[in-house]
Protein backbone atom coordinates (compact mmCIF):
# COMPACT_ATOMS: atom_id res chain seq x y z
CA UNK A 1 0.00 0.00 0.00
CA UNK A 2 1.26 3.31 -1.14
CA UNK A 3 0.16 6.88 0.28
CA UNK A 4 -2.53 7.04 -2.65
CA UNK A 5 -4.15 3.84 -2.05
CA UNK A 6 -4.02 4.26 2.03
CA UNK A 7 -5.10 7.70 1.55
CA UNK A 8 -8.14 6.54 -0.35
CA UNK A 9 -9.03 3.54 2.35
CA UNK A 10 -8.73 6.08 5.10
CA UNK A 11 -11.07 8.67 3.19
CA UNK A 12 -13.74 6.28 1.71
CA UNK A 13 -14.12 4.71 5.51
CA UNK A 14 -14.30 7.96 6.40
CA UNK A 15 -17.00 8.81 3.98
CA UNK A 16 -14.98 11.86 2.33
CA UNK A 17 -14.97 12.89 -0.99
CA UNK A 18 -11.73 13.66 -2.12
CA UNK A 19 -10.37 16.93 -3.69
CA UNK A 20 -7.89 16.58 -6.36
CA UNK A 21 -6.25 19.42 -8.06
CA UNK A 22 -4.10 19.05 -11.51
CA UNK A 23 -1.64 21.94 -12.20
CA UNK A 24 1.33 21.70 -14.69
CA UNK A 25 4.75 21.06 -14.02
CA UNK A 26 7.04 24.45 -14.40
CA UNK A 27 3.92 26.48 -15.50
CA UNK A 28 5.17 29.43 -14.79
CA UNK A 29 8.03 28.55 -13.48
CA UNK A 30 9.70 25.90 -10.86
CA UNK A 31 9.41 27.74 -8.11
CA UNK A 32 6.42 28.87 -8.49
CA UNK A 33 4.79 25.56 -9.02
CA UNK A 34 6.11 24.38 -5.63
CA UNK A 35 4.62 27.31 -4.11
CA UNK A 36 1.01 26.41 -5.74
CA UNK A 37 1.56 22.86 -4.34
CA UNK A 38 2.16 24.21 -0.77
CA UNK A 39 -0.81 26.52 -0.95
CA UNK A 40 -2.86 23.37 -2.49
CA UNK A 41 -2.38 21.33 0.62
CA UNK A 42 -2.83 24.20 3.03
CA UNK A 43 -6.22 24.70 1.14
CA UNK A 44 -7.12 21.26 2.01
CA UNK A 45 -6.30 19.82 -1.22
CA UNK A 46 -5.55 15.57 -0.44
CA UNK A 47 -3.92 14.27 -3.83
CA UNK A 48 -1.94 16.53 -6.24
CA UNK A 49 -2.11 15.91 -10.16
CA UNK A 50 1.41 17.35 -11.91
CA UNK A 51 1.56 17.46 -15.32
CA UNK A 52 4.20 16.71 -17.37
CA UNK A 53 4.70 19.07 -20.06
CA UNK A 54 5.05 17.36 -23.36
CA UNK A 55 4.87 19.33 -27.22
CA UNK A 56 1.44 17.74 -28.10
CA UNK A 57 -0.81 17.47 -25.85
CA UNK A 58 -3.77 15.97 -28.15
CA UNK A 59 -5.99 15.38 -25.09
CA UNK A 60 -5.93 18.93 -23.56
CA UNK A 61 -7.98 22.29 -24.36
CA UNK A 62 -6.50 25.80 -24.55
CA UNK A 63 -6.15 27.25 -21.11
CA UNK A 64 -3.66 23.54 -20.48
CA UNK A 65 -2.12 23.91 -23.96
CA UNK A 66 -1.26 27.63 -22.90
CA UNK A 67 -0.13 26.23 -19.34
CA UNK A 68 1.91 23.52 -21.12
CA UNK A 69 3.49 26.12 -23.43
CA UNK A 70 4.42 28.44 -20.45
CA UNK A 71 6.43 25.35 -18.79
CA UNK A 72 7.94 24.11 -22.29
CA UNK A 73 9.62 28.06 -22.38
CA UNK A 74 11.10 27.26 -19.41
CA UNK A 75 12.62 23.77 -21.24
CA UNK A 76 10.74 22.09 -18.10
CA UNK A 77 11.59 18.20 -18.92
CA UNK A 78 11.05 14.96 -17.03
CA UNK A 79 14.01 15.24 -14.84
CA UNK A 80 12.49 18.92 -13.66
CA UNK A 81 9.44 17.20 -12.54
CA UNK A 82 11.46 14.63 -10.44
CA UNK A 83 13.59 17.42 -9.15
CA UNK A 84 10.46 19.10 -7.87
CA UNK A 85 8.98 16.47 -6.08
CA UNK A 86 12.26 15.52 -4.51
CA UNK A 87 11.72 19.34 -3.05
CA UNK A 88 8.32 18.98 -2.51
CA UNK A 89 8.68 15.62 -0.57
CA UNK A 90 11.43 17.31 1.64
CA UNK A 91 8.23 19.03 3.78
CA UNK A 92 5.93 17.07 2.88
CA UNK A 93 5.52 13.28 3.05
CA UNK A 94 2.12 12.82 3.23
CA UNK A 95 0.23 14.27 0.38
CA UNK A 96 -0.02 11.70 -2.97
CA UNK A 97 1.32 12.39 -5.72
CA UNK A 98 0.41 11.24 -9.50
CA UNK A 99 2.42 12.16 -12.58
CA UNK A 100 -0.35 12.65 -15.33
CA UNK A 101 1.08 12.80 -19.17
CA UNK A 102 2.32 11.51 -22.30
CA UNK A 103 4.25 8.10 -23.18
CA UNK A 104 6.54 10.00 -25.42
CA UNK A 105 8.94 11.16 -22.62
CA UNK A 106 8.33 8.10 -20.10
CA UNK A 107 9.44 5.82 -23.43
CA UNK A 108 11.98 7.81 -23.79
CA UNK A 109 13.49 7.59 -20.25
CA UNK A 110 12.77 3.92 -20.40
CA UNK A 111 10.12 2.13 -18.15
CA UNK A 112 12.59 0.80 -15.66
CA UNK A 113 14.11 4.22 -14.97
CA UNK A 114 11.16 5.97 -14.90
CA UNK A 115 9.52 3.79 -12.76
CA UNK A 116 12.71 3.61 -10.28
CA UNK A 117 13.07 7.35 -10.59
CA UNK A 118 8.96 7.25 -8.90
CA UNK A 119 9.68 5.65 -6.73
CA UNK A 120 12.87 7.53 -5.07
CA UNK A 121 11.48 10.76 -5.20
CA UNK A 122 8.44 10.38 -3.81
CA UNK A 123 5.87 9.72 -6.51
CA UNK A 124 2.53 7.63 -5.70
CA UNK A 125 0.64 7.15 -9.27
CA UNK A 126 1.26 7.56 -12.66
CA UNK A 127 -1.20 8.65 -15.27
CA UNK A 128 -0.20 8.09 -18.93
CA UNK A 129 -3.12 9.90 -21.20
CA UNK A 130 -2.09 8.06 -24.82
CA UNK A 131 -1.77 4.33 -22.96
CA UNK A 132 -4.52 1.89 -23.25
CA UNK A 133 -4.99 -0.29 -20.95
CA UNK A 134 -4.14 -3.06 -23.49
CA UNK A 135 -0.84 -1.79 -24.38
CA UNK A 136 0.25 -1.05 -20.91
CA UNK A 137 1.48 -4.74 -18.98
CA UNK A 138 4.96 -3.72 -19.44
CA UNK A 139 4.77 -0.60 -17.75
CA UNK A 140 2.02 -2.08 -15.63
CA UNK A 141 4.98 -4.53 -14.18
CA UNK A 142 8.25 -1.96 -13.33
CA UNK A 143 5.53 0.29 -11.75
CA UNK A 144 4.11 -2.49 -9.67
CA UNK A 145 7.22 -3.38 -8.85
CA UNK A 146 7.87 -0.08 -7.32
CA UNK A 147 4.85 0.47 -5.10
CA UNK A 148 3.71 2.76 -7.69
CA UNK A 149 -0.34 3.06 -8.76
CA UNK A 150 -1.31 3.19 -12.33
CA UNK A 151 -4.42 5.30 -13.22
CA UNK A 152 -6.45 4.98 -16.39
CA UNK A 153 -9.13 7.09 -17.84
CA UNK A 154 -12.76 6.10 -18.58
CA UNK A 155 -15.44 8.19 -20.79
CA UNK A 156 -19.20 7.99 -21.50
CA UNK A 157 -18.02 6.42 -24.84
CA UNK A 158 -16.10 3.01 -22.72
CA UNK A 159 -17.77 -0.19 -23.59
CA UNK A 160 -18.67 -2.49 -21.04
CA UNK A 161 -16.15 -4.63 -21.95
CA UNK A 162 -13.14 -2.33 -22.41
CA UNK A 163 -14.22 -0.43 -19.09
CA UNK A 164 -14.05 -4.51 -17.28
CA UNK A 165 -10.34 -4.44 -18.68
CA UNK A 166 -9.86 -0.95 -17.58
CA UNK A 167 -10.89 -1.37 -14.05
CA UNK A 168 -8.78 -4.65 -13.99
CA UNK A 169 -5.91 -3.08 -14.87
CA UNK A 170 -6.25 0.05 -12.99
CA UNK A 171 -5.02 1.06 -9.18
CA UNK A 172 -5.46 4.07 -6.63
CA UNK A 173 -8.03 5.29 -8.31
CA UNK A 174 -10.23 4.94 -11.91
CA UNK A 175 -10.16 8.90 -13.58
CA UNK A 176 -14.24 8.88 -15.01
CA UNK A 177 -14.03 11.75 -17.96
CA UNK A 178 -17.26 13.23 -17.06
CA UNK A 179 -17.69 15.26 -20.79
CA UNK A 180 -16.71 14.09 -24.27
CA UNK A 181 -14.30 16.19 -25.77
CA UNK A 182 -11.09 18.28 -24.65
CA UNK A 183 -10.07 19.64 -20.97
CA UNK A 184 -11.76 22.97 -19.84
CA UNK A 185 -15.34 22.03 -21.13
CA UNK A 186 -18.67 22.76 -18.78
CA UNK A 187 -21.31 20.39 -17.63
CA UNK A 188 -24.87 20.65 -18.19
CA UNK A 189 -26.41 17.82 -17.10
CA UNK A 190 -25.51 15.65 -13.92
CA UNK A 191 -28.10 12.46 -14.47
CA UNK A 192 -25.70 10.76 -17.02
CA UNK A 193 -22.55 11.42 -15.07
CA UNK A 194 -24.20 9.72 -12.15
CA UNK A 195 -25.76 7.26 -14.18
CA UNK A 196 -22.36 6.10 -15.92
CA UNK A 197 -20.40 6.37 -11.91
CA UNK A 198 -22.78 4.26 -10.49
CA UNK A 199 -22.37 1.64 -13.83
CA UNK A 200 -18.46 1.64 -13.24
CA UNK A 201 -19.03 1.00 -9.20
CA UNK A 202 -21.34 -1.87 -9.74
CA UNK A 203 -19.20 -3.69 -12.96
CA UNK A 204 -16.29 -2.81 -10.51
CA UNK A 205 -17.80 -4.06 -7.20
CA UNK A 206 -16.65 -1.33 -5.45
CA UNK A 207 -12.95 -2.32 -5.47
CA UNK A 208 -11.69 0.95 -6.76
CA UNK A 209 -12.22 4.49 -5.81
CA UNK A 210 -14.01 6.30 -9.11
CA UNK A 211 -13.06 9.80 -9.23
CA UNK A 212 -14.50 12.43 -11.61
CA UNK A 213 -12.67 15.21 -14.04
CA UNK A 214 -13.58 17.53 -16.89
CA UNK A 215 -15.97 20.43 -15.95
CA UNK A 216 -15.84 21.09 -12.42
CA UNK A 217 -15.50 24.74 -12.14
CA UNK A 218 -16.94 26.18 -9.17
CA UNK A 219 -18.35 24.63 -5.57
CA UNK A 220 -21.92 24.54 -7.51
CA UNK A 221 -20.35 21.42 -9.93
CA UNK A 222 -17.80 20.41 -7.15
CA UNK A 223 -20.79 19.72 -4.38
CA UNK A 224 -23.33 18.21 -7.24
CA UNK A 225 -20.77 15.40 -8.57
CA UNK A 226 -19.32 14.90 -5.36
CA UNK A 227 -22.42 13.68 -3.94
CA UNK A 228 -22.20 10.25 -5.57
CA UNK A 229 -18.80 10.01 -6.51
CA UNK A 230 -14.93 8.90 -4.34
CA UNK A 231 -13.45 12.18 -5.71
CA UNK A 232 -13.35 15.08 -7.95
CA UNK A 233 -10.32 16.84 -9.89
CA UNK A 234 -10.17 20.04 -10.67
CA UNK A 235 -7.50 21.50 -13.55
CA UNK A 236 -8.31 24.12 -15.80
CA UNK A 237 -10.08 26.25 -13.62
CA UNK A 238 -6.45 26.59 -11.90
CA UNK A 239 -4.38 26.84 -14.67
CA UNK A 240 -6.28 29.81 -15.77
CA UNK A 241 -6.14 31.27 -12.37
CA UNK A 242 -2.18 30.86 -12.72
CA UNK A 243 -2.50 32.43 -16.40
CA UNK A 244 -4.34 35.31 -15.39
CA UNK A 245 -2.50 35.75 -12.52
CA UNK A 246 1.47 34.73 -12.66
CA UNK A 247 2.52 38.47 -12.96
CA UNK A 248 1.01 39.15 -9.38
CA UNK A 249 2.10 36.04 -7.35
CA UNK A 250 0.87 37.27 -4.52
CA UNK A 251 -2.27 37.54 -5.67
CA UNK A 252 -2.21 34.16 -7.39
CA UNK A 253 -1.57 32.33 -4.71
CA UNK A 254 -4.39 34.28 -2.78
CA UNK A 255 -7.08 33.68 -5.47
CA UNK A 256 -6.45 29.91 -5.99
CA UNK A 257 -6.51 29.18 -1.94
CA UNK A 258 -9.87 31.65 -2.11
CA UNK A 259 -11.24 29.39 -5.04
CA UNK A 260 -10.11 25.58 -3.26
CA UNK A 261 -11.18 26.02 0.44
CA UNK A 262 -14.61 26.99 -0.94
CA UNK A 263 -14.66 24.07 -3.19
CA UNK A 264 -12.93 21.85 -0.59
CA UNK A 265 -16.14 23.56 2.18
CA UNK A 266 -18.43 22.17 -0.81
CA UNK A 267 -17.65 18.85 -0.37
CA UNK A 268 -17.39 18.84 2.76
CA UNK A 269 -20.97 19.97 3.69
CA UNK A 270 -21.66 17.96 1.01
Known amino acids: MNRLSGFFKKNLLDGKTA ?3 YLICGDP ?3 TTQKIMNTMVDSGVDVIELGIPFT ?3 ADGPIIQKGVERALKKNISLSNVFSLVKEFRKTNTFTPIVLMGYMNPIEKMGYKNFSASAKKYGVDGVLIVDLPPEESAEINLTLSKNNISQIFLASPTTEVNRLQNIINSSSGYLYYVSLKGITGSSIKNFSPIKNNVQKIRKISKNKIPIVVGFGIKNKITAKSIGMFSDGI ?5 IVELIEKNYHQKDIMYKKIKLFLVN ?3 ALVNK
Open 19 to 21: LIT
Open 56 to 58: DPI
Open 233 to 237: IIGSS
Open 29 to 31: DIR
Open 263 to 265: IKK
